[in-house]
């Protein structure tokens, strides 16, 4: 059984740093992409960033340049480092991964990814 721990979040002023880190155990399949999706109340889901089995990486047009996905050797894990953080950037973060790219693409469309974190919590105020 696949399960995506999440760690990290919590609340930080504009313009503040916070680090997210997610684990996957019981992850079998050789290929996958990896990473973040959002969503703030009476919002839709947004695609946060992602990085698949190549290292090859995707942002969100509204995060790049603020916020790095990178894995750690201990692969599948992934973290996102969120930096100068905006009132908009305030949701629930939930880790997602899956053997094809179909959720990062189509997520708005309602497509889910094969497995989901429980989710963290990410405020910043202004």
């Known amino acids: 059984q696949v399960q995506l721990v999440e760690s990290g979040g919590g609340s930080v002023q504009s313009g503040g740093s916070l680090r997210l880190s997610c684990a996957a155990s019981?992850?079998?399949?050789?290929?996958?992409?990896m990473g973040w999706f959002r969503q703030a109340p009476g919002q839709e889901r947004e695609g946060v960033a992602a990085?698949?089995?190549?290292?090859?990486?995707f942002y969100a047009d509204s995060v790049k340049g603020r916020f790095t996905i990178s894995q750690d050797n201990t692969k599948p894990t992934v973290s996102l480092q969120m930096n100068e953080l905006k009132p908009e950037d305030t949701a629930m973060y939930y880790c997602?991964?899956?053997?094809?790219?179909?959720?990062?693409?189509?997520?708005?469309?309602?497509?889910?990814?094969?497995?989901r974190g429980q989710g963290t919590q990410v405020t910043v105020s202004s």
């Open positions: 019981g992850y079998a399949y050789s290929r996958y992409l």
């Open positions: 997602a991964a899956d053997i094809s790219d179909s959720w990062w693409l189509f997520l708005q469309q309602g497509a889910v990814p094969r497995f």
């Open positions: 990085i698949d089995s190549d290292g090859k990486t």
